[in-house]
């Protein structure tokens, strides 16, 4: 799970796939964190699930980009 100051591109990667909390209260993110340490976990687990998969699409599409 992920910690991290209101950042906008931590924040937009907090909120979008739920990883953790973008804040300035840190004391409350980490019991919110602590309390929810599973979901979480989760969530970051799913997310690296997503981003790998779409990764490799990513890849193949630069490649044929640059073939052309």
């Not at 979008?16 to 964190?33: F, P, Q, R, V």
């Not at 687990?45 to 699409?57: G, S, V």
């Amino acid at each position: 799970p992920v910690l991290t100051s209101k950042n906008p591109p931590l924040q937009e990667l907090c909120n979008k796939y739920k990883i953790g909390i973008s804040t300035d209260d840190y004391w409350s993110a980490i019991l919110e964190i602590s309390n929810n340490y599973e979901l979480y976990k989760n969530n970051v687990l799913n997310m690296q699930i997503k981003t790998m998969a779409i990764l490799p699409m990513q890849t193949m599409m630069l490649t044929l980009r640059r073939k052309r």
